[in-house]
C-alpha cells in the first residue's frame, strides 16, 4: 500500500521538478517502506541523501500528507556500503591502525602522483561564448568556496573544446586557494596505469589509501576505461568513496555517460547524479574570440608579429573544426611569419596552412551543400535549384548558396549553374544577403552555423 503511494508521489514530483531532476535524484530512491514515522529510503551515498532531504524534503513530507495523512520524516539509509580496503589480510586492518587512524594518516599523507598543471590552462585564458559558458560556470562553481554544489561535475564535448584546460583551471584554482587542498589530477588512461601497477606489485592497499586520502579527484577522458571491468569498478569504488566523504570529484569524457559503450549500467547512472555539462562546437564568435586572444598572446612574445586585418576572420570562418586546430594553425602562422620575415596576411594563411584548409572543405561538393541544405529545411533538393521564390524556398536556396561560397573553392559561375543554372551575381547577392542577416539576427547566425556544422562533420 504504501509502495502505492510512493509511486503517486513520484508521479507528482515529476511534475513539479521536471524530469531531468527526477531523474537523478527522485529515480534512484529506493522506497523500503514506513516504520515509526519514518519514510525509508535507501540511497546509494551519503550525499545523495542530505541532497534529496535539503531540496526535495519538505515537499515528499507534504506530498505523503495529502496522500495518506502521514506526518513522516524521512530517512536515508546508505545501501552500498564503503569497499572492504583490499589488503592481502583485512583484520591487519586492526593491528595496525597506524594505517588508518586520522592523525597518522594526515602525518603520513601519501604523495599525490598528479599531473603538472599546464600553466595556460586556467579560468582567465578560458574564453567563453554560447557553446562552453555552462561548462566554463559549473566549473568555476566548483573550483570557488568549500561548497561541494554538485558531484560530481560530468563535463563532456568532442575534442578539442576545452575540457583539459577547464579540468586544469579548476585544479589550479582550488590550488591557488588553499595549497593544502589534496587535489588529484589524471587520466583515465592513467588510472589504469597505476591501478595494473598496484596489482602488480601487490600495493593495492596504498592504491587504495591514496586515492581515497584526496580532496578533489580529476579524471580526465573516462571512456578510456569503459569495457576494461576490473579498472571499471576500481574507478567506481574509489569514485563512491570519495563522493561519500563529500569530496569533489569531476570527471571528463568525450560523450554523456548513458553514451558510453562498454560502461557497466551502474557507473553510467552514478556519473549522472551530479551535474553533466556539454560544451558545444564553437561558433564563428567564439572561435574569433579565442584567435584574437591567441593572438595576443602570440604577440606577447613576437613583439614584431603583424597580422593583416581579415586573417582572423578568416581562420575563424574557414577552420570550424577544434579550438586545438585552430590554435595550432595560428601558432604555425606566427613561426612562418618569423622565420620568413613575412607578415600574417592571406597569402601567408594560404602557403602555411594549404594542408589545413584543404583538410576542412575536404570532399564538400556542391551537390551534398544542396542536399544538406534541404533536408535540414525540409524542403525538396529541386526547390533549391529550381526558380520558385517564396520565401520558404528562396531562404534556403540563399543560405545554400551562401555556404557553398564559404566551404568551397568553386567560382561564383560554378556556383551559379550548380543552383540551376544561376548567374554569378545572383551568387553574390546571396551570399551579400545573409551575411547581412546573420550580423543582424542571432538566429539566423546559429542556423546557418548548425547546417555549416553538419556539412563539415
Ligand atoms: P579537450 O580536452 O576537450 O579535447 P582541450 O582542453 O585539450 O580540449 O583544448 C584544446 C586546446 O584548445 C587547448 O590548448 C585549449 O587551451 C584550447 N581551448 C579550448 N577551448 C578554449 C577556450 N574556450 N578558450 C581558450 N582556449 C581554448
Ligand atoms: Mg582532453
Redesign the pocket.
Known sequence: MNTQIWSEIKQDLRDRIGAESFQNWIEPLEFTGVEEQQAKFRVPTRFFGSWVEKNYGKEICRLFWDKSGMALQLDFDICESRPIQNTPNSSSQLQSPKIITANSYSADRPDLPSNPLDP??KFE????GKS?ELAYSAAFRVASGDQVPFNPLFLY?G????????MHAIAWAIQEQDPNKRVLLLSAEQFMYRFVEALRSKSMYGFKEMFRSVDVLLV?DVQFIAGKDSTQDEFFYTFNALVEQNKQVII?ADRAPGDIEGMEERIRSRLQWGLMVD?HPTDYE?RLG?LK?KAEYQRSILPNLYIEEGVLEFLAQRISS???VL?GALTRLAAHAEIQKRPIDLDLVHDALADVLRASRQKLTLDIIIKQTAEFYNIRMSDITGKRRMRSVAYPRQVSIYLAKQLTTRSLPDIGRAFGGRDHSTVIHAVKKIDNLMRQDSQVAEEVEALRRRLEA
Request: aromatic share 8%; net charge positive; proline share 0%.
Open positions: 595556460r590552462y585564458n578560458f574564453v567563453t562552453n564535448s575534442v578539442g573544446l576545452g575540457k583539459t584546460h577547464l580526465d571528463s560544451i567564439l579565442i586572444s577544434n579550438v586545438r590554435e
